[in-house]
C-alpha cells in the first residue's frame, strides 16, 4: 500500500451574513461573503481575529463565520 502525503492548499475565509428576514416564514435571510486565497500556513484563531474586523466594517450582523481549509492527497 502506497503511503499518503497531504498536500495543505490555500483556504478560504466565509462571513455568513443575516441581510434580512423572509416576511412569509420569518427565517432569516443569509448572504455569505467568501474571501479565498488564504494561505495554508494561516492559524485559526488568526482568521478568527480577520473575520471579526471584517465583521466591524459589514453593514449586517454576522451570523456564522466559517474557515475552510483545503488539502491534496497525493502518493
Do not use: C, H, W
Request: aromatic share 6%; charged share 25%; glycine share 2%.
Amino acid at each position: 500500500m502506497a503511503t499518503v502525503v497531504t498536500v495543505p492548499r490555500d483556504s478560504s475565509l466565509q462571513l455568513r451574513l443575516v441581510v434580512g428576514t423572509n416576511p412569509e416564514t420569518g427565517a432569516p435571510i443569509v448572504n455569505s461573503k467568501t474571501f479565498n486565497k488564504i494561505k495554508s500556513t494561516a492559524i485559526e484563531q488568526d482568521a478568527y481575529d480577520v473575520a471579526n474586523a471584517l465583521v466591524d466594517l459589514q453593514k449586517y450582523t454576522v451570523d456564522e463565520i466559517r474557515f475552510e481549509k483545503e488539502s491534496q492527497l497525493t502518493e
